[in-house]
């Protein structure tokens, strides 16, 4: 996942979270750590940075690195974690917890708006009771801070030093689990009570068959989060794209006022007639596209070339003949654009293999194309061009049937006419649905 969607998902962590970074390389969570500090610094909190596994240099070059580029206004201490954790020589959890509190009041005393302390305890199995340390630690911690100070925690622990045992406790021990770079909340967390009271099977039970029904949608916020910047950034995109597309119809139908509505037309009447064959979305959506940019090419064509009232000679003829090599070279250097790029090139091929620029012939010429090739046509006969005036519908519906089977697909050309029978059902169409 991308730094800056770690970010956001860091920045939904509320006073009274209790996370826990389960890993088997502190690669695999530096990044998280980073973004985690960083999210807490940006929110005016102070940070406790306890070392441990993490390369403490490489974490805070990256939230340095942030801070600068994006504004912090929090406070980072960075603390070894004999300062933190056994100032003594002990790890005692009651004068740890006693520490936070202590921490916390002095975060907010000082102007912050809370504590973010994270640190990596697996060296405390060191000791004979270790794992039994930890527990008690880490339920005190969810009895006496969550609840009652504006804190969050990360706790860090590397499950290959730990039994699957232990292992099991830990994820009890925490509401919510980072899982490979990704927030989950944790539908197995066992509240305080069941560890102070040694009662875990009864809380196994109840708090399992509870979230159960009650794990809602309110849960997933972490999840939700990147999901919806992820929505923002595709709507985005399709209006970007959209924006661009428009932008180079304006273009084209500034150098050729006789291609005004043109292309429009042309995908409105693609877009239904690919419906009517019960393509894909995809391919609907992509077959629009390509008719709205299937002339793209014709904005290197001379005016005079374009707009010439006669008939056009070879060199003319030839000129004009490019215009598809164009577009399709333009819209090459663009990345998932190959069937829009493929249609653009070869929507003046011909069902018998006469056409231009590549000479293909029946279905050798892509599906997309062949329908574009029908609707060019159309709307071109039936608009003014500066050699003729508009022809009718039912003309232009007779050239299509009589060119059958020679310029155009048969079978495509036989849907065309029972789609848009008579010219009002073509003056009703709407790509509303795209």
């Known amino acids: 996942m991308d730094i800056r969607d770690l970010i956001r998902q860091a920045e939904e962590v509320r006073p009274g979270d209790h996370l826990v970074a389960l890993y088997r ?10 973004s ?3 999210a807490a610094l940006k929110q005016n909190i102070r940070c406790i940075y306890i070392t441990g596994d993490a390369d403490t240099s490489a974490v805070l070059e990256q939230v340095r690195d942030l801070s600068a580029e994006l504004a912090a206004s929090g406070d980072l201490i960075v603390l070894d974690k004999t300062d933190m954790y056994s100032k003594d020589g002990k790890f005692d959890p009651d004068k740890l917890i006693s520490m936070i509190k202590t921490m916390v009041e002095s975060a907010i005393s000082d102007g912050y708006i809370g504590l973010a302390v994270t640190g990596e305890i697996s060296w405390v199995l060191d000791y004979e009771d270790g794992e039994d340390l930890i527990i008690e630690y880490e339920w005190k911690l969810n009895e006496f801070i969550f609840d009652s100070y504006p804190v969050t925690a990360l706790c860090r622990y590397n499950i290959n030093r730990f039994s699957h045992e232990m292992i099991r406790n830990i994820i009890q021990l925490h509401p919510i689990i980072l899982w490979q770079n990704k927030i989950h909340e944790n539908p197995y967390y066992i509240p305080p009570e069941g560890f102070k ?12 068959l509870k979230n159960i ?21 595709r709507l985005l995109h399709k209006q970007m794209t959209s924006g661009l597309v428009m932008a180079f119809l304006k273009l ?17 009447l693609a877009f239904h007639l690919a419906r009517k064959l019960n393509e894909s979305e995809e391919f609907n959506t992509k077959i629009y596209y390509a008719g709205l ?7 290197i064509i001379p005016q005079e070339v374009l707009n010439k009232p006669g008939r056009l000679n070879e060199q003319e003829y030839d000129y004009i003949k490019m215009h598809p090599v164009y577009g399709a070279n333009a819209l090459a250097e663009l990345e998932q654009m190959d069937d829009i790029t493929i ?3 070869n929507h003046h091929e011909r069902y018998d293999g006469k056409g231009y620029p590549d000479g293909q012939a029946g279905e050798e010429i892509p599906l997309m194309a062949r329908i574009i090739m029908i ?4 709307d071109a006969m039936t608009n003014d061009r500066p050699y003729r005036p508009a022809l009718t519908h039912e003309y232009a519906l007779q050239e299509l049937q009589a060119c059958a089977g020679t310029q155009f697909d048969p079978e495509l050309v036989k849907l065309f006419v029972e789609l848009f029978p008579t010219q009002e059902d073509v003056n009703l169409l709407s790509v509303t649905d795209i």
Do not use: P
Request: contains cysteine; aromatic residues 10%.
């Open 293 to 299: 940019v299937h002339d793209i090419g014709k904005t």
């Open 197 to 208: 009271n040694n009662e875990i099977a009864r809380h196994q039970v109840d708090t399992w």
């Open 252 to 268: 084209l139908e500034t150098h050729d006022s006789y291609t005004k509505g043109h292309c429009s037309n042309v995908s409105g």
């Open 213 to 233: 029904n009650s794990f809602s949608d309110e849960r997933r916020r972490f999840k939700t989060i990147v999901e919806k910047k992820q929505e923002e950034m």
């Open 25 to 34: 390389d502190e690669k695999e969570i530096e990044d998280y750590i980073t």
């Open 36 to 38: 985690y500090i960083y």
């Open 343 to 345: 249609a653009v090139r």
């Open 375 to 378: 609707c060019d046509s159309y």
